[in-house]
């Protein structure tokens, strides 16, 4: 028990440490195109477009208009989300840009927001270009998500072995090559050292 999970810290700690570097590898170069959509592309406009989730949290203690449009726009380890919303009177446009990256959780992201900065009712302190920063979520997360998975795959065979063993045990075969156990407390097939309660079950037997 105590071996498997070292086994499993390790894998987790092994995908901890490459789960960031990876997000940071598929970041899309500011000057470059975004790839093409191969896991989803989706365009809401109108009211369905205001129930969607706001891909980050806007830069004002206010929240914003409702969304007129939310785009998102997807491939393999990234994701790019995009929301277009507008003030009541129709004068006022804000808009919202984030780029996720990781996998299966976006474990780095880049935001950049636009509103009308010169309107005294939208002034802030705060910056429309927070830039490149860390998702918690998937830097937390994918470590358990992929290293869980990946330790069952590693420890499958030891367990389907073990398994094997105890039902051989109990039908009174070899645990090792499943040949029928006799008196002595070695498998005269294999060699295999035999559980001293069946080498003595067959002992009295034979007595």
Known sequence: MKRSLLILLVIVLLVAAVNVPVAVMLV???????????????????????????????????????????????????????????????????????????????????VEFWWPWDDPVWKTTATHDPGFRLAWAGVLLNPILVGVPLWMLVMSPVVYRWLRARRRDRRGLCPACGYPVGAASVCSECGGVVKAVVANVGGSASA
């Open 28 to 110: 899309r170069p500011r000057s470059g195109a975004w790839p093409p959509s191969k896991t989803g592309f989706e365009n809401v406009i109108g009211p369905q477009a205001a129930m969607k989730p706001l891909p980050a949290r806007p830069p004002h203690d206010q929240p914003w208009p409702p969304a007129i449009q939310w785009t998102r726009d997807a491939t393999l380890g990234r994701a790019r989300i995009m929301t277009w919303h507008q003030s009541a009177d129709g004068q006022s446009r804000f808009q919202m840009q984030v780029e996720k990256y990781g996998w299966p959780l976006p474990a780095a992201e880049y």
